[in-house]
C-alpha cells in the first residue's frame, strides 16, 4: 500500500507510533483541536510582505544581518511550492509521496535555503528552535528530490508581540535562528515511519496524552 506523508504527519510519528499507524492503517484520527487563526493570518501578511521586497530585488529589514543571500525570486514557483495542495512532492519507487509547504526561500551561492515563518505569543527559549529541525529537514529533503541544491541549513524568523503602540498599532519582535539540517536524518525519518505503517500496531509514545485517554 502507498502512503501519503508530510511533515506534519512525520512530526506525529515522532510524537506518538501509535497515533500515527492509527490515522493511516485503521482511519482513527486524533481529535481535531483548536487551532488558532493568528498564526494564520500572521502568515498570509508576511508572505506578502516578502513579495514586496522580492519585486524589488531587496532584503525586509527582518534579514538585515544577512550578508550574501537574496530572496528566490520565481514568484510563479514560489506559488506552486507555498500551496497546501501542490507544494514539493516527490513519490518514492513504491508510490509513496512526500509533500510539504514552504513559507518562502533564500538564494545563497546559488543554493536554495529555506525560510520558515512562526508566531508566538512569547520570546523563543533556548530549545525552541529543535521542534522544527525534522519539518525543515524533510522541506530541504523534497527540494533535492526535485533536483535543487539547498544549503545545509535553513532559517526559522520568530515574531512574538512586544508592545502596543498608542494608536493601536502592535509591535512584534523577530528572532532569526539558523538551524542546521540533516538528509540522512530525513531519509531515516521517513523509512522507520513507513515500516511502521506496514508492521503491527506499535506501542504509543509514553507521553502521548491521546493514547493515555484512549486506554482509559
Keep these: 500500500m502507498a502512503y501519503k506523508l508530510s511533515p506534519s504527519s512525520l512530526n506525529l510519528f515522532v510524537d506518538c507510533p501509535r497515533c500515527f499507524w492509527l490515522a493511516f492503517v485503521s482511519g482513527v484520527k486524533r481529535p481535531d483541536g483548536i487551532f488558532p487563526s493568528?498564526?494564520?493570518?500572521?502568515?498570509?501578511?508576511?508572505?506578502?510582505?516578502?513579495?514586496?521586497?522580492?519585486?524589488?530585488?531587496?532584503l525586509p529589514p527582518e534579514l538585515a544581518s544577512l550578508r550574501g543571500y537574496k530572496l528566490f525570486d520565481d514568484a510563479q514557483q514560489l506559488k506552486i511550492w507555498r500551496s497546501n495542495f501542490k507544494?514539493?512532492?516527490?513519490?518514492?519507487?513504491?508510490?509513496?509521496?512526500?509533500?510539504?509547504?514552504?513559507?518562502?526561500?533564500?538564494?545563497?551561492?546559488?543554493?536554495?535555503?529555506v525560510l520558515d515563518f512562526k508566531t508566538r505569543g512569547f520570546p523563543v527559549k533556548e530549545d525552541t528552535h529543535e521542534h522544527?529541525?525534522?519539518?525543515?529537514?524533510?522541506?530541504?529533503?523534497?527540494?533535492?528530490k526535485n533536483g535543487h541544491k539547498t544549503q545545509d541549513y535553513a532559517y526559522l524568523l520568530f515574531y512574538h508581540p512586544r508592545t502596543v503602540n498608542e494608536n493601536g498599532d502592535v509591535v512584534?519582535?523577530?528572532?532569526?535562528?539558523?538551524?542546521?539540517?540533516?538528509?540522512?536524518?530525513?531519509?531515516q525519518l521517513i523509512k522507520d515511519a513507513l515500516a511502521t505503517l506496514e508492521g503491527k500496531m506499535p506501542d504509543a509514545s509514553k507521553e502521548c496524552g491521546y493514547c493515555k485517554y484512549r486506554g482509559k
Design 38 to 58: 493568528l498564526p494564520s493570518g500572521m502568515d498570509g501578511v508576511l508572505k506578502l510582505h516578502f513579495d514586496r521586497f522580492m519585486a524589488k530585488g531587496e
Design 87 to 113: 507544494g514539493i512532492a516527490w513519490t518514492d519507487e513504491s508510490g509513496n509521496t512526500i509533500r510539504g509547504a514552504i513559507d518562502n526561500l533564500l538564494v545563497k551561492d546559488n543554493k536554495l535555503v
Design 132 to 144: 522544527y529541525i525534522d519539518q525543515m529537514t524533510i522541506y530541504n529533503y523534497l527540494l533535492r
Design 172 to 187: 512584534f519582535n523577530t528572532d532569526l535562528i539558523r538551524l542546521e539540517i540533516s538528509i540522512p536524518r530525513a531519509e
